[in-house]
């Protein structure tokens, strides 16, 4: 995901440190991705400016030997599907999604079918199935270790990941607790003449809502999956999109355990950060001061690539909107029998049929 100026970057500081005009200054460089999955993020960007930031779009690329890996180890490492040829079928039905295979000729998007098998439909309440699927008797089963370690909701939009965390929240045991934030408007703007701070009251600053930034008001409640938003101490687990799990409120430091990633078990105190959200749509920067925390039943699907789950619930409300969200989403379970979907249609009816988003051109260089 990262964008090829990042590693053009790297290019220049290592010819300067070392002092020769090599590619990285002689150095043999290891790249390892997916161009399957969700590419670099482009603000607002076009299909051109967003194929244009990837690494193979790089004047770096040229001078890349690419190794393909051929196995999927996700859905074999571990598995206990004794039906391989199952598994095998089941591997090559992602790949075609990533590489925009189905549904006719892909030109950017496509109508594909989902399998009936894994799909939730005629169903009296959807939603509170999709629920009891992946996190199946929460109220009785949620105190057990391990329960929220490999089951998520995924959903491409933060609104419907947020409709679908309150939901879950309001149904769990224990009494709530309230984090409210601490917003100012950063004094540098005061530079700008023009600039009229009194416009934008606390009560504004409090509403105002960024991707990876927490909300202004925060609710927990004992044994809630979160997920950390920044990087804190990357060397102990502590990284943005690692989920952890509240064991104890404090009014100063939330008590969690690590439950995902390489450092699972471990248990940390996280305090309050003062975080600057970076987004040109204000003509101001703001500071809020708050758990760089959000409750993590379900999460966005860009925030689950990298991750594998046993239990995954795929809720589409709305379709996919970018290249790899779909094959990202699907290729996060490690077993076919763990995956449910939740497809709605523009009149709010289940229904069989999505859109894949796949930029084919990115494979061109490969």
């Not at 039906?83 to 109508?111: C, D, M, S, Y």
């Not at 077993?335 to 709010?348: A, C, M, N, V, W």
Request: aromatic share 8%; net charge positive.
């Amino acid at each position: 995901m990262i964008h090829k100026h990042a590693f053009e970057a790297m290019d220049r500081t290592f010819k300067d440190i070392l002092k020769k005009d090599m590619l990285f200054g002689g150095k043999v460089v290891v790249f390892g991705g997916d161009f399957r999955q969700i590419l670099s993020v482009v603000t607002n960007g076009s299909r051109h400016q967003i194929v244009n930031a990837s690494l193979s779009s790089s004047y770096i690329w040229k001078s890349c030997k690419v190794l393909k890996l051929t196995k999927n180890m996700r859905l074999t490492v571990g598995s206990t599907d004794p039906n391989i040829e199952e598994t095998r079928l089941f591997a090559e039905w992602l790949l075609k999604i990533g590489e925009g295979k189905l549904g006719g000729p892909n030109h950017g998007e496509v109508q594909i079918d989902i399998p009936h098998d894994i799909l939730i439909k005629d169903s009296i309440n959807p939603n509170s199935d999709l629920i009891e699927f992946v996190y199946p008797s929460i109220l009785q089963n949620y105190k057990k270790k391990g329960f929220f370690q490999e089951r998520a909701i995924l959903a491409p939009k933060n609104e419907v990941v947020q409709e679908i965390n309150d939901m879950l929240l309001e149904r769990f045991p224990g009494e709530q607790k309230e984090y409210l934030s601490s917003d100012s408007i950063c004094n540098l703007d005061y530079i700008n003449e023009d600039f009229d701070p009194s416009l934008y009251s606390p009560d504004v600053l409090n509403g105002l809502k960024f991707p990876g930034c927490p909300n202004h008001q925060l609710i927990l409640k004992l044994g809630v999956p979160v997920m950390l938003l920044r990087n804190i101490d990357q060397k102990n687990g502590l990284c943005n999109r690692t989920r952890l799990q509240v064991k104890s409120l404090g009014n100063r430091v939330i008590d969690v355990e690590v439950i995902s990633g390489s450092d699972i078990g471990k248990r940390h105190a996280i305090h309050r950060l003062t975080l600057t959200p970076f987004d040109n749509k204000f003509p101001f920067k703001f500071q809020r001061r708050q758990f760089p925390l959000s409750v993590c039943f379900a999460m966005t699907i860009n925030k689950s690539q990298g991750q594998s789950l046993s239990s995954v619930g795929l809720f589409l409300r709305c379709p996919v909107f970018s290249h790899g969200q779909l094959y990202v989403a699907l290729s996060r379970v490690t077993s076919r029998h763990g995956l449910k979907l939740l497809i709605f249609d523009e009149d709010r009816n289940t229904c069989d049929k999505t859109t894949n988003v796949v930029y084919k051109e990115i494979f061109s260089n490969l």
